[in-house]
């Protein structure tokens, strides 16, 4: 019988998921169907049990659901707990086992597509959400030189700082540093807000979260001269790290971002 697995998120069909998934099974010989289910926003976890009853193996979860995904799983991950989120479920029998992919995700990107060593870097992390704290116990276990978490509000950036035993702020303390990896994690780019512009090393990497869009933060990097990349690899790598949760074979990521940066020129 072919195993069945979904996105869950609000909106959802825009997910690139569905498409991505499927290669990775085409590519591995893995029986399974992928769909999109969008709950209503007070429905996420009558949403999962059905798909459960109804004899789902597995889950994405996407904006806004990740928190609700953390606190529906049994068991958690040691990465998840460091996130405070959910985006991968497993389901078997009673226990509903709690993951989080994203940091791998964004880690392998930088360091197997992009070519990037975070090692000795000085990195900044803009925001201070679930996106930006997903992400930086991976960041971390790479061993860079500096990590710094600025946010508009400088309390959030400095109680998250906290929690990891690194620096924090606001933006103007970014005035005296220079930074090797800044990643923008904020959603300052889904309405084009401009963000204060940090001051780059010469062989910086601009890394919006962001996909399939030009973000002010993305312009002003260009602007400033330095390399630039979005969230699409990051995106990739995360769900190929979920695939491999589920299935226990990791696909081949390079050909499958291929396809998708195809159909995406061409749409």
């Known amino acids: 019988m072919t195993d069945r697995y979904a996105v869950f998120g609000h909106p959802v069909s825009h997910s690139l998921s569905p498409r991505i998934h499927a290669l990775f099974a085409a590519q591995t010989g893995q029986d399974l169907r992928y769909e999109a289910i969008c709950p209503p926003l ?3 976890a009558p949403a999962v049990m059905a798909f459960i009853a109804a004899g789902g193996r ?15 799983a049994n068991k958690i991950t040691p990465r ?7 985006n991968t479920l497993s389901f078997n029998g009673a226990e509903i086992h709690g993951d989080n992919t994203d940091g791998a995700g964004l880690v392998r990107d930088l360091a197997v597509n992009l070519g990037f060593s975070l090692a000795g870097r000085r990195v900044l992390l803009l925001g201070a959400g679930g996106a930006a704290r997903g992400v930086i116990r991976p960041l971390l276990e ?47 780019g889904l309405s084009d807000a401009v963000l204060p512009a940090p001051t780059f090393s010469a062989d910086a ?34 769900a190929a790290e979920a695939f491999c949760v589920w299935r226990g074979v990791r ?17």
């Open 205 to 238: 990497l601009a890394y919006e979260m962001l996909y399939g869009r030009e973000t002010p933060f993305m312009r002003a990097a260009r602007a400033a001269g330095v390399r630039v990349a979005d969230g699409l690899g990051m995106l990739l790598e995360q």
């Open 42 to 44: 007070d429905g996420f």
């Open 80 to 86: 998840a707990a460091a996130a405070g989120a959910v």
């Open 142 to 188: 790479q061993n860079p030189a500096t990590l710094f978490i600025a946010n508009r509000t400088p309390d959030k950036a400095q109680q998250l700082a906290d929690a990891f035993g690194v620096s924090g702020g606001g933006f103007d303390a970014l005035a005296n540093q220079t930074f090797d990896l800044v990643i923008n994690a904020t959603s300052a």
């Open 251 to 267: 696909p081949q990521t390079a050909p499958v971002l291929a396809a998708v940066l195809a159909s995406l020129q061409s749409a």
């Open 58 to 72: 597995g889950a994405n979860v996407t904006v806004p659901f990740k928190l609700e995904a953390f606190a529906l």
